[in-house]
């Protein structure tokens, strides 16, 4: 069963940190071209946060995250990353992972699927 699985979510005061990580089961990540990340807030829609291509590791963050995000990828273990620091509240969001194999250069979520079940992602004080 393809399936991929997000954790790490929780409630962190702003300015904290917080490291997402995405796990695929039934398939390996080298497989695809790229993952994404993905968050939607409530009320608004879902929008592309970061991704990287499998092929050279090469990465893409929107500009709200940029500087504050790395994303990163372990093959060994079919999981990819997403530390988070220097968060605000406007990062608030349940957060998702995604995979596709069209040659995408940023992460719209169009071009993605295979969506897992999302981590909330709460920062408040």
């Known amino acids: 069963q393809v399936q991929l699985v997000e954790s790490g979510g929780g409630l962190v005061q702003p300015g904290g940190s917080l490291r997402l990580s995405c796990a695929a089961s039934g398939f390996t990540l080298e497989d695809y071209y790229a993952i994404g990340w993905f968050r939607q807030a409530p009320g608004k829609e879902r929008e592309g946060v970061s991704c990287?291509?499998?092929?050279?590791?090469?990465?893409y963050y929107a500009d709200s995250v940029k500087g504050r995000f790395i994303l990163s990828r372990d093959n060994a273990n079919n999981t990819v990353y997403l530390q988070m620091n220097s968060l605000k509240p406007e990062d608030t969001a349940v957060y998702y992972c995604a995979t596709t194999r069209l040659r995408v250069s940023r992460a719209h979520p169009a071009d993605f699927g295979s969506w897992g079940q999302g981590t909330q992602v709460t920062v408040s004080s």
């Open positions: 990287i291509k499998n092929r050279d590791g090469s990465t």
